[in-house]
């Protein structure tokens, strides 16, 4: 089809990456749909052209259905705009049900097993493409997209890997394992050596020599899950090509879910080790706060499974014994820092404000706001001074009164706020009563 409409949403396409979208999925949706719309003899996006189409194939899933209109929604909704014989599709048309899938945390022995199975694939270059693919999601854990857009002339400063095309076209830097630096070079020589010359930029290529598409990838990761021998864990905890770089994700969760349950210094969260975590009902945590002074802190069942699940999964740390094991690792293997515990939360704060801008609006969420908002709750909840005292590792209990002030001080402020008056303003003056008053003189008598 040419003529308005593809002109049309070439301007459209334009305009949405103008302010930072992409778009290549929905650009390829919205070509087929526009021939879908020339086929059924329409100048103009209608509602039911839009339902017919949105509806392909007819196996589909009504989430994917819902994104097909979803696409369809936005071009229209640009063209109403400009002529509004345009209709435009409502949402609720084809109702979805969004769900997170749960993460599944590979082990290293399941990368191993998923490096191997790419000796199954039909050429030289397309094992090393996968093996090499996969093992840098692992060890650095960008996004699929992020590593398929990658180019040949890698930029590694000081051992690190600049990400140029991350989300909203960020960048940033990454650091490198000697021994990944190794295997990327080793890859880029077979590349060079094996590839068609195509002139392409790409690091990971195909056979054909061009960049990888990520749906080839999505397709091409499953047939090695099963090569693998890798299973579901539930039907919502499945083998994903995103899980590679999922734990991550996963150690943040049990991070921040220890911080505000311990009440736990931020030093005291990065200096825990595994042999630290006390296995029982209930979990326990060996703390080592201020003076080298230890308390056991213990650890609530929701909690608990999740520290569980995620030990499970912890690979040991090289050389190292598991009373020396980090429990929460950065980079490279390395125990994680205040910094970085600081610049990961801020991170999720970031996320959580884009998707709802008014969530805290203003103010500063800190690694130690987790500790003041457990021990503020603590004592709303009315748990005894001591106690919290304890948790907090506080040596005077006079610096855990703060919270109960601050406490009391909310408290005045929310009866302030629901006060009734149940007096008048002014008082009626008596002396002006003659009966009153009459009454009064008759007591003298």
Known sequence: MTGPLRDGLGDYLALRRALGYRLA??????????????????????????????????????NWWAYRLGAVRGLATYLHALDPAHEVPAAEL??????????????????????AATDSLRTPLRQATFATLIGLLA????????????????????????????????????????????????????????????????????????RLIYCNVHNTFHRL????GLTPRSRSCRPRIHGTNGAR???????????YDTAARVQELCDLNVADIRHGTPMTVVVRGKGSKIRYLPVMDPTARLLADYLKHLEPHPGLSADATPLFRGPNHSRLTRSGVAKLLARHVRTIRARDPGWAPGLPVTPHTLRRSRA???????????????????????TTEIYARADAETKRKAIENAYQPLTPDTLPDWTSDASLIGWLDSLGR
């Open 376 to 398: 503020m709750h603590l004592i709303q909840a009315g748990v005894n001074l001591i106690y919290i005292r304890d948790l907090l590792g506080h040596a005077d209990i006079a």
């Open 25 to 62: 999925r929905p650009e390829k949706l919205l070509d087929q749909f526009l021939d879908h719309l020339e086929a059924a003899g329409e100048s103009r996006i209608t509602v039911a052209v839009a339902l017919d189409w949105a509806r392909l194939p007819a196996v589909g899933g009504s």
């Open 249 to 259: 994700a996963v150690r943040d969760a049990v991070l921040l879910a220890l911080a």
């Open 94 to 115: 084809l109702p979805h049900r969004p769900h997170r899938a749960n993460p599944y945390l590979y082990s290293a022995t399941d990368i191993a097993a998923l490096i």
């Open 225 to 228: 899950v099963a090569q693998a």
């Open 139 to 210: 060890v650095t854990g960008i996004r699929v997209g992020e590593a398929i857009a990658l180019n040949s002339a890698l930029d590694l400063p000081g051992g690190r890997l600049v990400v140029h095309h991350g989300k909203f076209s960020k960048t940033r830097e990454l650091a490198l394992h000697p021994s990944t630096i190794q295997a990327l070079r080793r890859y880029l020589r077979l590349r060079n050596r094996t590839a068609p010359a195509t002139g392409t930029s790409a690091l990971f290529v195909s056979t054909a020599g061009t």
